[in-house]
């Protein structure tokens, strides 16, 4: 009875899926409204990093953001040694608020594989955790492929239904305190090994059924993204995918997210894990290492074309 039940859910998701796949364009940010539409939020940091989030002159005068080679530049301070309040850095957040749809970012670099360094392009609620939290981009330390995490309230598991097979499910339960995660084994798909290939898009999209992530290199964008027709029913299995089946309400769980770019350091997951990396350990603590080698960040930088956001023509 329960696998019937399951197999009906999953037919449900990719009819749901089916019927969804076209998509128009809702909002679209790049070089010319990028900084106009995202704040800067230079409040402490909630994970608790080891870092100064500055305000948009600060920012721009300092040369954390700005646009650069016509592209969105957010940087870390990287000639500063021993900064009494933390590593001075960029947090964006987008005014706009969104529930479900088809994100679509195109980015040129990321922040490098670096102990002590904490990247991530993500979305989250205002009312954190109920409103949900859907981890796109993001890794620690010297870390060398994406890891992919959601997190809302209690009472919400999600399969890996979907998934290519490079997909492995860290944990399912959302509603745990570190929330559902699934690691990717491309190690061209984060850091160094991004960065080398010129960088490339990533894909979420966010139905009422399941919430998934694709990565497309550089060279291997597809012609209907390319062309702003994007149907991801034709695209590849995702790299991640988390299916709500019978376990998860997503619409009550995730719900009115903002888009966010950051790179903090050390903090709740890379100072946590420090201790479990042994060339990391191997430079001191995570604090005093951040804090006395500036010139180790000097590739810990955003470089962003544009990032848009699809909605489904029947929302």
């Known amino acids: 009875m329960v696998r019937s039940k399951l197999l009906t859910v999953a037919a449900a998701t990719l009819l749901s899926q089916l019927v969804q796949a076209r998509y128009r364009l809702d909002t679209l940010y790049d070089s010319s409204n990028f900084f106009d539409e995202f704040n800067h939020i230079n409040y402490p940091d909630p994970t608790h990093g080891f870092v100064e989030y500055v305000d948009r002159q600060t920012g721009q005068t300092d040369g954390l953001s700005g646009i650069k080679n016509g592209t969105i530049y957010m940087g870390v301070d990287h000639t500063t040694a021993n900064p009494p309040s933390g590593r001075r850095s960029v947090r964006l957040e987008s005014q706009k608020t969104f529930t479900q749809g088809l994100f679509i970012a195109d980015i040129a670099h990321m922040p ?69 995660s699934q690691t990717t084994s491309d190690n061209q798909n984060y850091g160094d090994g991004f960065n080398a290939i010129g960088g490339g898009v990533y894909a979420m999209e966010w ?109």
């Open 112 to 180: 490098t594989n670096a102990c002590g360094v904490w990247p991530a392009f993500w979305t989250y609620g205002d009312d954190w955790p109920n409103s949900g939290e859907i981890d796109i981009l993001e890794g620690v330390n010297t870390q060398t492929s994406n890891q992919v995490s959601l997190h809302t309230s209690q009472g919400c598991e999600m399969s890996s239904f979907g998934a290519s097979r490079g997909c492995t499910v860290v944990s399912k339960d959302c509603g745990s305190q570190s929330g559902c």
């Open 207 to 315: 139905t009422d059924y399941r919430i998934a992530v694709w990565f497309f290199p550089r060279s291997d964008i597809p012609s209907d993204i390319a062309a702003g027709e994007p149907h991801p029913i034709l695209w590849d299995k995702p790299m991640a995918s988390f299916s709500a089946g019978l376990t998860c309400d997503i619409p009550k769980k995730f719900t009115n997210n903002r888009i966010v770019f950051d790179t903090t350091f050390c903090g709740d997951w890379a100072g946590s894990v420090w201790q479990n990396n042994g060339e990391c350990q191997a430079l001191g603590s995570c604090k005093d290492y951040v804090a006395s080698n500036p010139e180790a960040f000097a590739q810990a930088y955003w470089s962003v074309n544009s990032v848009k956001v699809y909605k489904s023509s029947l929302l």
